[in-house]
């Protein structure tokens, strides 16, 4: 689909359950089940949508889903499934992984970067291998020195072979990482959590990534237990959806299952409201 002079992708890379409570804080099961059923396990449905985006001649990848490194045990506790990983559908695109240019990373949790490397035999090794990598400094330095409470969601061979290809960006900055294409201060979810925003020609798309995994988290206080700093992650949303209502902006809601990721928001009683159902691409 077109938005401006950008070419975007939505890819649908895979499915993964995590635990309800996870993924709404400290609002009880009697309220989100009634929006979502969990599975027997109590774990609920996340999509993962990594975005695939031409900004003039220039192939970029921004996020790249949690990838095919996994063993069978670890695929087992998070539930994968679906999984199509962005690698091979390129192929589909009448693309290579070589003629990736750019891999932006919102951040490092194995989710989000872990289709950046993959196996080759016994080494793990550079998913693209032509890509520059974009990360934020600080989740570059928190990945790499986690506390007992962050280890949980980085997995070190996601990220390790990256260094060489790693561009840092200012953690105090927003970033234009090529024409049209921003990564977007919003922390919370970790200390440096970056948003993707497409920007071209009076249009706007904003990929929440995990400061708003799903439409569910429209509402304030949904706010993922996993975050590592909720009450920011709250000043950050809020600041966000103040942000795509104005700019009349779509949202993409990185962890919606299914296809039907896109819609938008406007204020309703203090709060903020979905503007009808979501859609799988933005209307022609
Ligand atoms: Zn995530």
Known sequence: ????????????????????????????RVFWEKEVQPDPGNRIPLGVHPLLVKSGNTWALLDTGNGDKFDEKFRKIYRIEE?????????????RPEDIALVALSHLHFDHAGGAARFDGQKV???F?????????????DAWSPTEYTRGGYKPFDFECLEGAAEWINPNEDAEVLPGIHLVRSPGHTAHHR???????????????DAIPQSHHVKLPWIA???????????????LLARAAAEDSWILFTHEPGNRTLGKVRPRDGAWALVGPLVEAIPE
């Open 125 to 127: 090794v550079r998913a």
């Open 225 to 239: 237990g996993l975050d590592h700093y909720p009450l920011t992650s709250l000043a950050t949303k809020k600041s």
């Open 195 to 209: 948003c993707m925003l497409l920007r071209s020609e009076g249009q706007s798309l904003l990929c929440t990534v």
């Open 1 to 28: 689909m077109r938005l401006g002079r950008l070419e975007v992708h939505i890819l649908h890379e895979s499915t993964f359950w995590l635990d309800g409570g996870q993924m709404f804080g400290l609002v009880p």
């Open 129 to 141: 291998p032509n890509a520059r990598v974009v990360i934020d400094r600080g989740e570059w330095h």
């Open 83 to 95: 999984d199509s990983p962005v690698r091979p559908q390129l192929a589909d695109l009448g693309l």
